[in-house]
């Protein structure tokens, strides 16, 4: 069985530093928005502003969890045909309407994998898992890394999403659970938990000699 994860620097450097950049949105920004929204809801010519604005975002959310430029695009392009299809049932819950898109990409990009019954790519950058090992309290090194890979390797689908949202990707916790579909206080519980359950299974992995267990 292929791993789950890619360590890939030069994708994920480049897309974190320009998510970066389009981290922080206003109150006022998210209300301008919601303006723009209503009206594409009304009429579907009015999304055009919308698409252009966050297709280059959602395509870098794809890609880096597909590491194939022709299968993320063909994937951001469904993202936007639903989100479109579905835009009349939208609601503004005070985050960018770009976490409903991420939703809906995370959705579709799982149903490719199911399809093709194939691992997900997961990229990872050096910097981020020293921001995990930071997190865990644990000092960073080599050895450490490695168990680090192997387990987060071995966790469950739900649990790698909720740690890429939160590390890998830096997202705040009021996105990851409307990305998630749960409330903001379960995100923080959940992600927590999961990080516990590394702490374990990198114990586990440094006594067996590199093998992930199954918790």
């Given at each position: 069985m292929l791993s789950n994860l890619q360590i890939n620097r030069t994708l994920v450097k480049s897309a974190i530093q320009m998510d970066k950049q389009n981290k922080t949105v206003s109150s006022e920004s998210m209300q301008e928005e919601w303006v723009q929204i209503r009206a594409a809801q009304e009429n579907p010519a009015a999304f055009r502003p919308i698409y252009d604005r966050y297709y280059e975002q959602i395509f870098r959310?794809?890609?880096?969890?597909?590491?194939?430029?022709?299968?993320?695009?063909?994937?951001?392009?469904?993202?936007?045909?639903?989100?479109?299809?579905?835009?009349?049932?939208?609601?503004?819950?005070?985050?960018?309407?770009?976490?409903?898109?991420y939703?809906?990409?995370?959705?579709?990009?799982?149903?490719?994998?199911?399809?093709?019954?194939?691992?997900?790519?997961?990229?990872?950058?050096t910097t981020q898992l020293s921001d995990l090992i930071?997190?865990?309290?644990?000092?960073?090194?080599?050895?450490?890394?490695?168990?680090?890979?192997?387990?987060?390797?071995?966790?469950?689908?739900?649990?790698?999403?909720m740690i890429e949202l939160r590390f890998f990707e830096q997202r705040p916790f009021k996105e990851i659970a409307d990305i998630a579909d749960i409330t903001e206080s379960n995100a923080k519980v959940k992600t927590y938990r999961i990080l516990e359950k590394l702490k374990k299974k990198i114990i586990q992995i440094t006594k067996q000699g590199g093998r992930a267990p199954e918790l």
């Amino acid at each position: 069985m292929l791993s789950n994860l890619q360590i890939n620097r030069t994708l994920v450097k480049s897309a974190i530093q320009m998510d970066k950049q389009n981290k922080t949105v206003s109150s006022e920004s998210m209300q301008e928005e919601w303006v723009q929204i209503r009206a594409a809801q009304e009429n579907p010519a009015a999304f055009r502003p919308i698409y252009d604005r966050y297709y280059e975002q959602i395509f870098r959310f794809i890609f880096r969890r597909t590491a194939n430029q022709n299968v993320s695009a063909d994937i951001c392009s469904q993202v936007f045909l639903k989100a479109l299809q579905k835009l009349s049932k939208y609601q503004f819950k005070g985050v960018p309407f770009s976490a409903w898109l991420y939703r809906i990409a995370s959705n579709e990009v799982a149903q490719h994998y199911r399809d093709e019954k194939k691992n997900r790519v997961v990229s990872i950058e050096t910097t981020q898992l020293s921001d995990l090992i930071d997190e865990m309290d644990e000092s960073d090194n080599e050895s450490l890394r490695k168990a680090m890979i192997t387990a987060i390797d071995s966790l469950k689908p739900a649990d790698l999403k909720m740690i890429e949202l939160r590390f890998f990707e830096q997202r705040p916790f009021k996105e990851i659970a409307d990305i998630a579909d749960i409330t903001e206080s379960n995100a923080k519980v959940k992600t927590y938990r999961i990080l516990e359950k590394l702490k374990k299974k990198i114990i586990q992995i440094t006594k067996q000699g590199g093998r992930a267990p199954e918790l």
